[in-house]
């Protein structure tokens, strides 16, 4: 009886001292290994549309957006987007372009958020605006439907076209 006690509590004693640190090592072989899947380098090319709620506009400003990104760590990647807001209400006939540096965060697998600043420009108007905000992949792994939503802020000449953008947009991997 002395004897299978002393056993198993050799055993028992040996599994909680040396498991630790094989699954340490476990866990460090994985991230070394060269081969595992990996979001870095990843690029992801969209194209969408957008509905925007400017503030002093009575009506939506319809825009359409394009741009790619370049997954740099595994969960942030930079890139660049080009957008084109119409606004034709009932002072206002204008279109808005804008070019802008991209920043987005993954918080989950399906949930980034998104940032941005660039150069916006109107007729002879022309000034940095900011993006905030967050999106969603729905649908799809190599080509993926995505809803997107933000808070623009935006002064151009004497006008403000700061609101909200909501869009969606189609997002190919390669």
């Not at 957008?83 to 991209?102: F, H, K, Q, R």
């Not at 660039?118 to 905000?133: L, P, Q, V």
């Not at 700061?162 to 997002?171: I, P, Q, V, W």
């Amino acid at each position: 009886m002395k004897k299978e006690g002393l056993v198993v509590m050799l055993v028992v004693s040996t599994v909680i001292l040396f498991s630790s640190p094989a699954v340490a090592l476990g866990e460090l072989l994985e991230e070394l290994n060269p081969w595992k899947e990996t979001r870095v380098g990843l690029i992801e090319g969209y194209l969408g549309g957008s509905n925007n709620q400017i503030d002093f506009v009575d009506d939506s400003a319809p825009g359409v957006y394009g741009g790619m990104r370049r997954w740099v760590l595994e969960d942030l990647a930079v890139g660049g987007e080009v957008e084109y807001l119409t606004i034709d209400d009932n002072e206002i006939d204008t279109s808005i372009v804008g070019a802008l540096g991209t920043a987005t965060i993954m918080v989950e697998e399906s949930i980034n958020l998104v940032g941005s600043v660039g150069h916006y420009s109107e007729d002879e108007d022309s000034s940095i605006g900011y993006k905030a905000g967050i999106e969603a992949k729905l649908l799809g792994s190599d080509i993926s439907l995505v809803a997107r939503g933000g808070y623009r802020s935006l002064e151009l000449g004497e006008d403000d076209y700061s609101g909200l953008e909501f869009g969606g947009n189609l997002m190919l991997e390669f």
